[in-house]
């Protein structure tokens, strides 16, 4: 078990500490404590976005190391999970931190889902985290420790619920309004970055996939979050939310300048 954990992870041969670090404009110190991780994975939700571009545009979406930090770091661009926890795992190898891939049940639609997901477990300071940066608008801000089960746990204006189902798996939840909605379910069994192939092949070529349907890029910040879905623009500030609606003209200027992206 401790082999498939440590082992089988994306590997980029061309993957630079620094130049990363630089790509998310991380300052200071690198600590391999709570909230060290924390600093890290917050410095590169709110530098690196959550985008689908190259699907829309019907490209192939590659899970080779390399080409994932080409991407992110060299072109200035995003990606969906397996490309950002995918960058965020060749980190945690750098730095030194045990940490491995757990295949994730999306549920945030009605009808049955796959696991398409790619999450990663991470054990800082002895205890076990879930790390996400890759889920979209509704993707947790911080390391989530799994002994928490049931409480509330608020990252920045969102407030997320960690509890155990009926088949003994994880269920993540996100209070919206003064309902609790359904994020995704996993269990703890290490997957290896292969496995993933098939969902990512799904999730970029299959037409029932959200990724497919509709263009969706998201960025973080630390008062909030901007999310593009179609042709909307919706600003989330200290939990107040501004929706503007622009032309297809538009989509350009809005991508460089609201989520500083040249494409």
């Excluded at 940066?133 to 993707?139: A, I, K, Q, R, V």
């Excluded at 609790?180 to 098939?198: A, E, G, M, V």
Aim: hydrophobic share 40%; proline share 4%; with cysteine.
């Amino acid at each position: 078990m401790e082999q498939l954990k440590n082992n089988h992870k994306i590997k980029a041969p061309s993957f630079d500490l620094q130049q990363y670090l630089k790509r998310i404009h991380f300052e200071g110190e690198i600590k391999l404590n709570l909230e060290g991780i924390k600093k890290l994975m917050q410095s590169q939700i709110f530098s690196v976005p959550f985008e689908n571009i190259d699907v829309q545009a019907g490209k192939a979406i590659s899970l080779i190391g390399d080409d994932i930090v080409n991407q992110i770091v060299n072109k200035n661009r995003g990606g969906y999970c397996y490309q950002i926890n995918g960058i965020f795992s060749l980190m945690l190898q750098e730095i030194g931190l045990p940490h491995y891939y757990i295949a994730v049940r999306p549920l945030v639609n009605p009808d049955p889902n796959a696991k398409t997901h790619l999450a990663i477990i991470a054990t800082i300071e002895n205890e076990e985290y879930l790390i996400d940066l890759g889920f979209g608008g509704n993707s947790i801000r911080e390391p989530l420790k799994l002994s928490e089960i049931g409480s509330e746990i608020q990252h920045g204006s969102d407030t997320f619920n960690l509890v155990k189902t009926e088949e003994n798996e994880f269920l993540l939840q996100i209070l919206i309004g003064k309902e609790w909605s359904n994020l995704y379910s996993f269990d703890l069994t290490p997957q290896r970055w292969i496995d993933f192939k098939t969902a990512n092949y799904y999730n970029y070529s299959h037409p029932d996939s959200v990724f497919t349907q509709k263009l969706i890029v998201v960025l973080q910040n630390p008062l909030g979050k901007k999310i593009l879905s179609k042709n909307s623009l919706k600003s989330v500030t200290n939990g107040i939310a501004e929706i503007i609606s622009f032309e297809d003209d538009q989509l350009d200027t809005i991508l460089e300048t609201e989520f500083n992206l040249k494409v």
